[in-house]
């Protein structure tokens, strides 16, 4: 019987093969060594509770690009009235909140979900209204008067009715004007529930009367038959703090990155490009942060 000779290359090949994978395995640690940081990079990120209206006013659009190519850092925006934004701080699903309601904000602070509270910017808040302003407001002289005479005509007026920051500043000059608004609302109070952009709408198809921050007003083109009536009272100043989830509240916060979004928003670089964002080369916000 033939037996036929064992071929002289195989035990070359099987050494080829066994060089070949282990410089394979050498090549995709290599790999996997120098894209870890990337990917780490692409994967950072912190969820910002903030208000409709630094959202619809094209800001937070403006904004948080630059500080994505500054740090790498996403910025992942739930927008909702002030109050709902709040919430989400206190249940740990947001690292961040970017609000505007003061006395929200001290009550967040006395209740531990935040340890520091800053100023970040502000704007004002304006009482818009029909072009005809069938209730005078316009020469009321105070925010407070424009109010009575607005409820005493009951005239058309949209409320936000989402605890939002401007809702919570709508019910305090309410308050101011000497009128319990929850008695005297009827067919001629709208409460809409809703960001201040669809309640701009809300009030330009009604022809009525709203308070608004000045921000989302300048961005809001569906204007219609609305002008701004009433500007100008020191009452309607609207400033916006920001805070840091307490992460002992909630240790999935994301403390770091967080404190990193904070320190850019009133730093140097932060505050310039709040001041820098304009809408036909009118300025939104005014930084505020302190020196």
Known sequence: MRVSPRPPF????????????????????ACATLLAPAVQAQSRS????????????GLFAYLLPRFRATTGIEVRVVAVGTGQA????????????LVHDRPA??????EGHATRRLDVMYNDFILVGPAADPARAGSAGTVMEAFRRIRQGEHAFVSRGDRSGTHAAELRLWELAG????????AWYRDTGTGMGPALNIAAAMDAYLLADRGTWIAFRNRQGLRIVLEGDARL?????????????????????GQQFI????????????ADYRIEGEQLFFPEAAR
């Open 10 to 29: 195989l035990p070359v090949s099987r050494s080829v093969n066994r060089v070949w994978r282990a410089g394979l395995a050498l090549v995709l640690a």
């Open 46 to 57: 912190i969820v910002l509770a903030s208000t409709t209206s630094t959202e619809q006013s």
């Open 86 to 97: 709040l919430d989400l701080g206190r249940r740990g699903d947001a690292d961040v909140v």
């Open 105 to 110: 904000e001290d009550r967040f602070l006395a």
């Open 179 to 186: 009128i319990d608004i929850q008695q005297a609302r009827g």
């Open 237 to 257: 100043k609207n400033r916006y703090g920001v805070m840091l989830v307490n992460p002992a509240r909630h240790a999935h916060v994301k403390a770091v990155d």
């Open 263 to 274: 320190d850019w928003l009133c730093g140097a670089a932060g505050q310039r490009a709040i």
